[in-house]
Nanobody, 124 residues
Framework: QTQPVESGGGLVKAGASLRLSCTVS????????VGWFRQTPGKEREFVAA????????FYANSAMGRFTISRDKAENTFYLQMDDLRPEDTALYLC?????????????????WGRGTQVTVSS
């Protein structure tokens, strides 16, 4: 009935950092997995990172590993994607999603709830 809500995107220069926030509300709240994906025009949705609802077992795409960090605020149903050393190729609409379970967390079809996304634009 409800969707994740993202915020924190913006226009930054290469090398800058952003922290995206995702507040999750829906039938999967309290269990399962929260993930971040990104979408650019003409391309398929790309997995970025995922984390268990309670903050364990962060999992990253190769493109995110080493620069991005996924975490959660334990007091709130809020999940973060800290993005450091941003590059122009990181430019995308970043979407937060939630699902039950914790298998194949990189598969987009496994997620039940999707946010509208927050735009990240990185200039060179």
């Amino acid at each position: 009935q409800t969707q994740p809500v993202e915020s924190g995107g913006g226009l930054v220069k290469a090398g800058a950092s952003l922290r995206l926030s995702c507040t999750v509300s829906g039938s999967t709240a309290g269990a399962g997995t929260v993930g971040w994906f990104r979408q650019t025009p003409g391309k398929e949705r790309e997995f970025v990172a995922a984390i268990e609802w309670y903050g364990g077992s962060p999992f990253y795409a190769n493109s995110a590993m080493g620069r991005f960090t996924i975490s959660r605020d334990k007091a709130e149903n809020t999940f973060y994607l800290q993005m450091d050393d941003l590059r122009p190729e990181d430019t995308a609409l970043y979407l937060c999603a939630a699902r039950a379970g914790f298998q194949f967390v990189y598969v987009t079809t496994g997620y039940n709830f999707w946010g509208r996304g927050t735009q990240v634009t990185v200039s060179s």
